[in-house]
């Protein structure tokens, strides 16, 4: 393992209420409060992971969903590494709105190629009996967003909260690699070098 973490910034987006900061307290404090107050603006919190043997700190920044607080929320989507966005599964409107989170973090994050940016998608309140969106609804919504992963989450009683915060990491990594394989444009070929000599047939 290298001795220094890398730095993370990974922005939580998502409708009023969905549960960001719960999901924030959960991964990062491993607390639940089933009387959470609404975000005003954004508020950080940083945590260290470990994904394949490599230190990572996870700047995690959760934000206000709520409109009203749109204009205290966007100016801070720049420079961010990953990006979870969030619905609750017993709110069918929130899993709508998703589209829209997407387009405004592209927006003012200032990110052209929205299809190979590192999102990640969390179904949060899983514990919940009420469910109004359906899996399928929501894996169709991410074949059609680049292919981004999907979790299902609870910050209520733990499920696959660090696991869906670590897959963050994981899908950052996974398409920086991608993007390394590919050719590189802009690689110009000298038509006025002479080719390098071989013992082929047309020589
Ligand atoms: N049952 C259940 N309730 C949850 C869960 N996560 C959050 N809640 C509750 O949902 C309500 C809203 O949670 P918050 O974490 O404040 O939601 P938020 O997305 O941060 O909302 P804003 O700050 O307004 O954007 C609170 O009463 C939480 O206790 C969950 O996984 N299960
Ligand atoms: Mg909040």
């Not at 939580?12 to 959470?36: C, E, I, P, W």
């Not at 609404?38 to 409109?67: R, S």
């Not at 205290?72 to 409107?93: E, I, K, S, W």
């Amino acid at each position: 393992m290298s001795g220094k973490s890398k730095l993370l910034k990974v922005v939580l987006l998502g409708d009023g209420g969905v549960g960001k900061s719960s999901l924030m307290n959960r991964f990062v404090s491993n607390k639940f409060d089933a009387q959470s107050f609404h975000t005003i603006g954004v508020e950080f919190l940083n945590k260290d992971v470990c994904v394949d043997n490599e230190t990572y700190t996870m700047q995690i920044w959760d934000t206000a969903g709520q409109e009203r607080f749109k204009s205290l929320r966007t100016p801070f989507y720049r420079g961010a590494d990953c990006c979870l966005l969030t619905f609750a599964v017993d709110d069918m409107q929130s899993f709508k709105n998703l589209s829209m989170w997407k387009k405004e973090f592209l927006y003012y994050a200032d990110i052209q190629d929205g299809n190979n940016f590192p999102f990640v998608i969390l179904g949060n309140k899983v514990d919940v009996e009420n469910r109004a969106v359906n899996e399928e609804m929501v894996r169709d919504w991410c074949n059609l967003n680049g292919r981004c992963p999907y979790y299902e989450t609870s910050a209520k009683d733990s499920t696959n909260v660090d696991t869906a915060f670590k897959a963050a990491v994981e899908r950052l990594k996974e398409l920086e690699e991608l993007m390394d394989e590919r050719p590189q444009h802009g690689h110009t070929v000298d038509l006025r070098k002479k080719p390098k000599q071989s013992g082929g047939c047309c020589n």
